[in-house]
């Protein structure tokens, strides 16, 4: 009775440290299976760029990845035999107590990112130390463009910057890094859990979306240059997941008044809907009358400013916020405007 056909995996391999030949040795050991006509062998051991100190001459150096890993595709039947040509690779075990053949290894698509990221790189992989307070820090985004197009990470900003290196984590043992990945291709999967980053992006982009709404609204237009945040902003954060209710309605409405702005009146409805339907958590009057508010500029529907103001009529006038003047005077030149 035939067998099964066993699934085949990226089994992770270690090698010694002293061993610096990994990349030599299975490119031999493809070569010797082709001139025999058997399966080419499937294998991934990138490298990284190093300093190299010595001599008191810095120069740059090639070196095999982290720890010296790799990474061979076989099934779990092949992973003796492989064992027996090459005894100073160890698989690595799942856990201490894992039981003979309960290896670890690597999912296709995680896979793909690496490879992804090692050919835009030209075999050159920089490799970090596991890090996992750093990585926990950043947000998961996409790269959607250039030549990490696809790859799928965690987002490392430098000194405020929305560009930066994205970085995948490999079976919590080591980290890969795309290097510098330009802003424009960057899209934001879901925020950072501590969700500060994500209050300071919004708080930054306030005031420029609040300036963008009330220009389009004018003759005159969006000033090209506020045209072209609320543009990147819709890019990079159109789409991203947030658990919370309450911000995610301020995130909704800075959505709407954005494809108002750009005069995508389907994504502007759409977005629209999802704030009616987020406002019953919102419950800061201050948050519930600038969505409301910014609900009646996008939609020109006077049913949201009267709401806005019920909530702006109970405010005391003494002893108003900035947050509650911007909204009494947004309503007041929305009305002028419409």
Known sequence: MPTQKQEKRWYIFRLPKSNNKAKDELDAEDRRRRRDFLPPLEYFAPVFIDVDKAGGKARLVEKPLYLNYVFVRLDAAEISGFRRAHPHYNPIRRTKTAAAGDYLYVGDPEMRMMQLIASALAGTMPCLPPCRATLGKGDRVRIMGGPFSGVEGVLLTQKGKDGG????????????????????????????????????????YYPRIRRAMRASLTPQGVAAADRRHVEAFVARFGGVSIPSDKIRAKYLAFMMMSHAVLGDAARRDYYAWECRAALPAVTNATTRAFILASMYAATGDPKHRRAAEAVTALWDKTKLTPKQRDVIADLEEYGKAM
């Open 165 to 204: 290196c994205v970085v995948i984590d490999v079976c919590n043992r080591f980290t890969v890094s795309t290097l510098t990945v330009r802003p424009e291709y960057i899209k934001v999967i879901a925020f950072a859990k501590d969700g500060k980053h994500l209050y300071k992006k919004l708080d930054s």
